[in-house]
């Protein structure tokens, strides 16, 4: 079994930074891509941006250019940097795990964290 804690998430104001780190426990596969999905009142949960065993990013088209992926494997952590939020990127932040490969579909993902409340404010 795989565990999932997320940290980092919090207020901030419109154009300002956060920093999510999402650690991994447990048996995990040998090899395995990490991601973060996120999840508005109201809305489906949606992918954010994810990341392979070899580093290789993937990001949502709205996430580009301000938002940065990036693992230790050492350490079994991923990070997401947000820069330039936005009101519109407030939701609960899910970090999640599955065996390697960039998918962004929710339900292709094996593992899930209990998610981190980011709050942009306007």
């Known amino acids: 079994q795989v565990q999932l804690v997320e940290s980092g998430g919090g207020l901030v104001q419109a154009g300002g930074s956060l920093r999510l780190s999402c650690v991994a426990s447990g048996r995990t596969f040998s090899r395995y891509a990490m991601g973060w999905f996120r999840q508005a009142p109201g809305k489906e949960r949606e992918f954010v941006a994810a990341?392979?065993?070899?580093?290789?990013?993937s990001y949502v088209d709205s996430g580009k250019g301000r938002f940065t992926i990036s693992r230790d494997n050492a350490k079994k952590t991923m990070y997401l940097q947000m820069n330039s939020l936005k009101p519109e990127d407030t939701a609960v932040y899910y970090c999640?795990?599955?065996?390697?490969?960039?998918?962004?579909?929710?339900?292709?993902?094996?593992?899930w964290g209990q998610g981190t409340q980011v709050t942009v404010s306007s």
């Open positions: 990341i392979n065993w070899i580093g290789i990013p």
């Open positions: 999640a795990l599955r065996p390697d490969g960039l998918v962004v579909r929710s339900d292709s993902w094996n593992y």
